[in-house]
């Protein structure tokens, strides 16, 4: 999982992709165990490979990478919450403020009788908690498509209600859970743009480049120089951005003009 990821930004910036390929690429790098692991066919043997993928795989980008999708998993669950935060910083370079202190907590149920958004429209009713999950939520409810490890779903696991599933691994049956409640993967953003699941979302995550590219930029600039973006650097990432755009803001050329800037030059 890692070595895709890896292998998948080496490979962007080698051919300086555009940064809307970060999140809505249309191949990715596996080997015959990652790919059956994804339920993607046609892939043999064990060294990394480039794989195009088809739409039915639902996969491209790194939203749909079993890496982020399990350190972006709440251990044996998902919560939109943490999902949809982590695009919300790490993709769009968008700040999320810290909950109030008596926001409380959200746990989702493995018993199967409600499903996690059902939990959060409760959890919205209150003002001081709506206007913060009306921007961090949609992502992660898009991304509810993928379970915490990372393999697409239609359905929730259950330990009591719902179906026993059945699922084989080298021919024994080693599933012990059931098929819940569907998965509702559809939402819209805080823009009003909406979309049916996780390909729409990348969709629309990839057709904002300057979003992208400004986010990526000052990633750049703080794993370069080993500090943290401050409001004095924003003209300096905006020029940054401004030299990779004529070039469809490709990653490579986004880390040529970090390297050419006076944010890294003058560390």
């Avoid at 080496?10 to 059956?36: G, I, Q």
């Avoid at 692991?37 to 790194?62: C, K, N, W």
């Avoid at 699922?167 to 823009?191: C, F, M, W």
Wanted: with cysteine; proline share 6%; glycine share 8%.
């Amino acid at each position: 999982m890692l070595d895709e990821t890896r292998l998948f930004f080496a490979d962007l910036v080698a051919r300086d992709a555009p940064v809307s390929e970060l999140v809505a690429a249309k191949h990715s790098y596996l080997n015959n165990r990652l790919a059956r692991f994804y339920d993607i066919e046609g892939v043999d043997g064990i060294a990394m490979q480039r794989v195009s993928l088809a739409p039915e795989t639902h996969r491209g980008g790194l939203l749909t990478q079993a890496s982020v999708l399990k350190v972006t998993a709440a251990g044996l669950v998902t919560s939109p919450v943490v999902r949809g935060a982590w695009v919300r910083r790490k993709i769009l370079g968008r700040e999320v403020p810290p909950p109030p202190a008596d926001a409380g907590s959200v746990e989702p149920d493995t018993r199967g009788a409600t499903t996690i958004r059902e939990q959060l429209a409760a959890h919205r009713r209150s003002e001081a908690c709506a206007g913060c999950h009306r921007q961090i939520d949609p992502a992660g409810f898009a991304l509810e498509a993928f379970d915490p490890t990372g393999q697409f779903r239609d359905r929730y696991r259950s330990t009591q209600e719902g179906e026993p599933a059945k699922r084989y691994i080298n021919g024994h049956d080693t599933v012990a859970y059931k098929y819940s409640q569907p998965v509702d993967a559809t939402g819209e953003l805080a823009d009003g743009r909406a979309f049916a699941g996780p390909d729409e979302l990348r969709t629309l995550l990839a057709s904002d480049p300057v979003a992208l590219a400004r986010c990526l930029a000052g990633k750049l600039v703080a794993f370069g120089t080993g500090r943290s973006i401050e409001p004095g650097d924003r003209l300096a990432v905006d020029r940054i951005v401004a030299e990779a755009a004529p070039h469809d803001y490709g990653i490579g050329s986004l880390i040529h003009a970090v390297v050419q800037s006076d944010l890294f030059r003058d560390k």
